[in-house]
């Protein structure tokens, strides 16, 4: 008998109990402490009582009758005001899981003079079915920012793009609640997010997102970036973390293992003829005229080209040879080391008159095409939706590829492979990190000399 007891005890001490219940001596015990919010309307810290059992299976049981009331308390406490049908609501839950203690396998015999209909009608309200209105998404989302701002410091930047998150998922998904959420709707989320358009492009930067998710196709050029759906899903992974981990909710989460092969669309490249049209009609100020002809004949990068100097046009005097020299020097931002170098000016840029423009600069630390930010900003767009549509050439290529300004770079990659240069010597001229099966060799090769270079940059032609 003594080892029976033994035995039991033993078993049920050192299991890991389910929250809401512990072992006092052989008795289990129903314990719950109120969130602050209700704590604070309650006037109460926490409510227990005695199961009146020493069976775990019993306790345990019993345990899944007040889950669902605590469950509902829960949802309440996310609240930031309570209205007063939400303190209605609240007492009377609270009440519901006091008065839950008096359930038949716990209420003692009742005497003559006691009053039966009392008893009767507090365990028929404790038998009465609760509807689960779940944690809707938009609020699951507030405490989730609310947690964010208080423990991340989160930036100003980060929060608005979680905003444009939380509107595009509210008007593809609706306000669900987060419990209701399965895989398949988080698929299919990440599906929409991938055939959207990017909301700073006309006409969609004057549309609704319910007018938007009203368009039946939007053409590949205009779609988001390729990563947009794998940033989209990494947000809502971390708001379901944090309803896991921060909150306790008991949720199968449907972000889990959810697998997205990103790739980068790729851009197109033009043709000869398109260069030509391109180039000819490239017409106005100074940047309107040069930056696509430097572009088409430098394979450089936008930003590299808008930062360029009239200090960075050098000359070799050994191969009696003008080069441009991206550097970082005086703040420029350059994407990589790889982007530190030198490229040769193709034959054409100068039979153009671009160093004569050039010497028509007197500072020799000016801008050659003025202020950055502003050329920056209107190169793309004048390039991809004014020159582009003027002279009908489409956003699109044979393959299905974009173009846009950035093509420009591709087209002079694909000109200069064609023919038949030294790969690595295409990298370094645009800048790319050089590829090599040297083994250990390839620390012992440096840059290439630029008589080696003018090759690649000679190679193109029009």
């Not at 572009?295 to 000359?315: C, H, M, P, S, W």
């Amino acid at each position: 008998m003594i080892h029976k007891l033994l035995h039991t005890q033993s078993s049920q001490v050192f299991q890991n109990l389910p929250p809401y219940l512990e072992l006092r001596g052989n008795t289990y015990y129903f314990r719950y402490r109120l969130p602050t919010s209700i704590v604070r309307l309650i006037k109460k810290n926490e409510l227990r009582f005695s199961l009146r059992t020493d069976s775990f299976r019993d306790a345990y049981s019993r345990l899944h009758t007040f889950t669902p009331i605590i469950n509902q308390l829960r949802r309440k406490s996310f609240n930031r005001a309570f209205t007063d049908a939400d303190k209605l609501i609240i007492s009377g839950l609270f009440n519901q899981l006091s008065d839950a203690r008096f359930q038949d396998w716990v209420i003692q015999p009742v005497d003559a003079g006691g009053d039966i209909d009392v008893a009767s009608r507090l365990i028929e309200q404790s038998k009465t079915p609760i509807i689960e209105e779940g944690l809707k998404f938009s609020l699951a989302y507030n405490k989730f920012i609310e947690h964010k701002r208080l423990e991340l410091n989160l930036s100003v930047k980060i929060e608005e793009g979680y905003i444009r998150n939380r509107d595009i998922f509210l008007q593809a998904c609706g306000d669900k609640a987060v419990e209701s959420l399965s895989r398949s709707d988080v698929k299919a989320y990440l599906k929409q997010v991938a055939g959207l358009p990017r909301r700073n492009k006309k006409p969609y930067n004057r549309m609704t997102l319910a007018q938007i998710f009203q368009l039946d196709n939007v053409p590949i050029i205009d779609r988001v970036a390729a990563k947009a759906p794998k940033e989209h899903l990494k947000w809502l992974q971390g708001i379901y973390c944090f309803l896991i981990n921060e909150l306790d909710m008991k949720l199968d989460n449907p972000t889990k293992d959810i697998k997205l092969n990103v790739k980068s669309k790729s851009y197109g490249s033009f043709k000869d003829h398109e260069v030509k049209k391109l180039i000819a009609a490239s017409k106005g100020a100074e940047w309107q005229y040069w930056l696509p002809r430097l572009a088409f004949y430098t394979g450089a990068r936008r930003g590299e080209l808008v930062q360029l100097q009239k200090n960075n046009i050098k000359y070799s005097p050994d191969i009696q040879r003008h080069y441009l020299q991206i550097t970082d020097e005086g703040g420029k931002l350059l994407k990589s080391e790889s982007a530190l170098r030198i490229v040769p000016i193709h034959s054409t840029l100068i039979t153009d008159g671009f160093l004569d423009f050039v010497d028509s600069i007197a500072d020799m630390n000016a801008y050659l095409f003025g202020d950055v930010v502003t050329i920056t900003k209107h190169i793309s767009k004048w390039f991809n939706t004014k020159l582009m549509l003027e002279q009908e050439i489409s956003s699109v290529d044979d393959t299905g590829h974009r173009r846009v300004l950035h093509s420009t770079r591709h087209t002079f990659i694909t000109k200069a492979l064609e023919g038949n240069i030294q790969a690595q010597l295409v990298q370094e001229v645009v800048g790319h990190e050089k590829s090599s099966t040297l083994g250990i060799t390839a620390r012992y090769t440096h840059r290439f000399a630029l008589k080696e270079l003018c090759k690649v940059v000679d190679a193109v032609k029009y």
